[in-house]
């Protein structure tokens, strides 16, 4: 029997990237909704009742109303959006975070997916907090770079119009205010006793991301330098198939030695480089924002949920 699954927000990047990874796939039925009614209330509750699991990929207001749409008792949601993701009730879509998330995301109802930015950010603090490496009230920092497709079709469609104003062929900081929408999910899934002070940057790319994070070798309660931390990371994500624990020396096999925010670009998995010396390290995952940080994360989660290989309908 084919799983039923309404994408609410289809015709936006993340809900079409999803849209597009389910081609082929005989187990999935996607249930269409007409273009004239993607925003009628009344056709997008039919549907949402009607279906085995709802992906949201809307702006947080609209995923709120939609989830609150639900009649169904079996109906499962995976929201894409910012609105659940410290809501009580809600599971964070991260299955490699610690023991038993798989397991609570397979058997979950309610599964928020992570940003872009908290994934990488995540991956690498949540661990070290957790396993008290650092103490949670470490003062983290953290820069982001990331392709313009972050930005959705909006900014998708700046970068790529003929005649575009001049100050989009540079790299641009963001959220100078310290305000970012991801600041939330990273203190409170990670553990911290504050947000991170965090830079995100959108280049002039369409897809890949890398978020890094610095550590001073002095603070660390277990491990030494960058040499301990790499240890650390292959030992916690050990046997994991969507992150990869590069090997020492790796950074200088990049191309001019150089980490290109795309590097991951069309992968779903993620990378994490430990680099540095003794007093100072930096902790780096790579990734496809498109990939692990949006749709190829939801399709994860979808997979755990309905049993089925978790790589499946994913380029791993």
């Not at 997008?44 to 609209?62: E, H, M, Q, T, Y």
């Not at 989009?168 to 409170?188: G, V």
């Not at 890094?212 to 960058?226: C, D, H, I, K, N």
């Not at 994360?297 to 997979?303: F, G, K, P, R, S």
Request: with cysteine.
């Amino acid at each position: 029997m084919k799983t039923r699954v309404f994408i609410d927000g289809s015709e936006g990047t993340t809900g079409l990237r999803i849209y597009e990874r389910f081609a082929g796939r005989e187990d999935i039925e996607l249930l269409p909704v007409a273009p004239e009614l993607r925003k009628d209330i009344g056709e997008r509750k039919r549907l949402i009742n009607s279906a085995d699991v709802v992906f949201l990929c809307l702006p947080d207001g609209a995923a709120k109303e939609s989830a609150g749409l639900v009649e169904n008792e079996n109906v499962r949601i995976i929201d894409t959006s910012t609105a659940h993701r410290t809501a009580e009730g809600w599971i964070y879509g991260f299955p490699e975070l610690s023991v038993g998330q798989r397991e609570a995301i397979a058997g979950g109802r309610r599964i928020a997916v992570p940003g872009c930015h908290a994934t990488g950010f995540i991956s690498l603090v949540y661990p070290l907090v957790a396993s008290k490496v650092l103490a949670a009230d470490y003062p983290f920092s953290a820069f982001s770079l990331t392709g313009y497709s972050g930005g959705g079709k909006k900014m998708i469609a700046q970068y790529e119009a003929e005649g575009r104003e001049p100050e989009l062929d540079a790299p641009r900081e963001y959220a100078l205010s310290q305000n970012h929408k991801h600041l939330k999910e990273m203190k409170a899934i990670a553990g911290l006793a504050r947000e991170p002070l965090f830079s995100p940057i959108v280049a002039d790319y369409y897809s890949g991301m890398v978020v890094s994070v610095p550590v001073y070798g002095e603070f660390l309660q277990r491990y030494a330098g960058a040499a301990g931390l790499r240890d650390f990371f292959e030992e916690y994500y050990k046997g994991q198939k969507f992150i990869k624990v590069m090997a020492a020396g790796a950074e200088e096999e990049l191309a001019g030695g150089m980490m290109a925010g795309n590097g991951c670009s069309g992968w779903d998995g993620l990378r994490i480089y430990v680099t540095g010396n003794e007093e100072r390290a930096v902790l780096t995952a790579q990734f496809d924002n498109l990939g692990k940080g949006a749709s190829g994360a939801a399709v994860q989660c979808l997979n755990l949920m309905l049993g089925c290989e978790e790589g499946k309908g994913l380029n791993i």
